[in-house]
């Protein structure tokens, strides 16, 4: 059987609207309604994956409504097999509302009602199956199969020979526990999501806390500003490309994607500037999925810089 990874998580549509100027609280500004886009981290991450080339199985909860279906459509128009989604219509419509202001934007993103994700004898089967399982930690430690919960399942897959990314970004808030870094092997910070972990501790510090837990690998992004990146071997930065930024929305996923797939073919460093060029294509376009490009793409453009 062929290798492939099972991204678990999130996927919505993408309302987006620009405004000249982001109001204060209790303030009004004018927006411009722009063309919705088909988004979600883990939905994101997993479209860029297929685009390289890579094998991305889809696992995630969803109500039977239409607008599960245009998202369920653009999984699979991606090269996505969305084969595992977990129907339950007691959830609200999966959806974000993103403002872009200038270079920026800030994402509103909707609450489906989701707590658990009730994994079943099949799903489970599947996700054994995995070389890597791709998420975040509020949707690993909402995972129950049989009697398992969270991180338990995580560690009964991680038996199975499961290796485990997790995107630990802004959204992970809640219920932080040293002992949730214990069953990863890949951790990807954004600067918000290491300087939360860090807890005031100093970066060195932080970091041999991570890597005395088993995590082989741990990258912290820095946007335009580049990426850190930390193994039990060595320390090195990788500077980001300088480009017309449109639309940042994305490009951290783009990033993680794109370094698991670049390390499943090629050495560290130079998985991480691949990772940086794929993320430096996802911000010249509109939409978080603009990152979801041919490797060939990715190439391309490491050559011309």
């Known amino acids: ?41 883990i939905a994101n991450a997993a479209c860029v994956y297929a685009a390289l080339g890579g094998t991305a199985r889809f696992m995630t909860p969803l109500n039977t409504g239409s607008v599960s279906e245009v ?32 270079d920026n934007n800030t994402v509103m993103i909707v609450n489906t009602g989701l707590e658990k994700i009730h994994i079943s004898e099949e799903y489970f ?74 807890a005031g501790r100093s970066e060195e510090q932080a970091v041999a806390d991570l890597l005395s837990y ?14 850190r990146v930390f193994t039990p071997m060595e320390v090195f930065s990788v500077p980001a490309f300088q480009v017309d930024a449109v639309d940042v929305t994305g490009a951290g996923d783009t990033f993680s994607a794109s370094l698991l797939y670049a390390l499943q073919h090629m050495e560290l460093r130079q998985a991480v500037r691949f990772a940086s060029a794929a993320a430096a294509i996802c911000v010249q376009g509109v939409g978080a999925r603009s990152g979801a490009v041919s490797m060939e793409q990715v190439l391309a453009f490491l050559d011309q810089e």
């Open 71 to 102: 998202l369920v459509e653009g999984l699979r128009n991606s090269g996505v097999a969305p084969d595992y989604v977990i129907w339950d219509d007691s959830l609200a419509d999966s959806k974000c509302i993103i403002f872009l202001t200038g």
């Open 125 to 198: 089967t599947a996700l054994k199956g995995a070389e890597f399982l791709y998420s975040t930690m509020p949707d690993l430690l909402r995972l129950r199969y049989r009697e398992l919960r969270g991180l338990e399942v995580v560690s009964e897959l991680r038996r199975a020979g499961v290796k485990v990314l997790c995107d630990l970004d802004t959204g992970y808030l809640e219920e932080d526990s040293e002992d949730n870094y214990k069953v990863l092997d890949i951790a990807v910070f954004n600067h918000i999501g290491f300087d939360r972990y860090k």
């Open 1 to 41: 059987m062929s290798k492939y990874t099972v991204f678990l998580g999130d996927v919505s549509l993408d309302e987006y609207y620009r405004t000249d100027v982001w109001p204060v609280v209790g303030g009004k500004a004018f927006a411009d309604q722009m063309e919705p886009k088909h988004g979600g981290m």
């Open 214 to 227: 088993g995590i082989s690998l741990a990258v912290v992004t820095y946007g335009s500003s580049g990426c």
